[in-house]
């Protein structure tokens, strides 16, 4: 579980440094991310 946490960070990181990849369907998967998480 660690390692697929620690992949969706990678992904994440990468999203938030592309500042083109701000898409609606992006935001909500960053969005839903970030809920899963917080749990």
């Known amino acids: 579980m660690e390692i697929i ?5 990678q992904i994440l ?3 938030s440094m592309d ?3 701000r ?3 992006v ?3 960053l ?3 970030n ?3 917080e749990k």
């Open 23 to 25: 898409n609606p369907s």
């Open 31 to 33: 969005s839903f991310n």
């Open 5 to 9: 946490l620690s992949y969706f960070d």
């Open 19 to 21: 500042k083109t990849l």
């Open 13 to 15: 990181s990468i999203f």
């Open 27 to 29: 935001h909500q998967i």
């Open 35 to 37: 809920r899963v998480f």
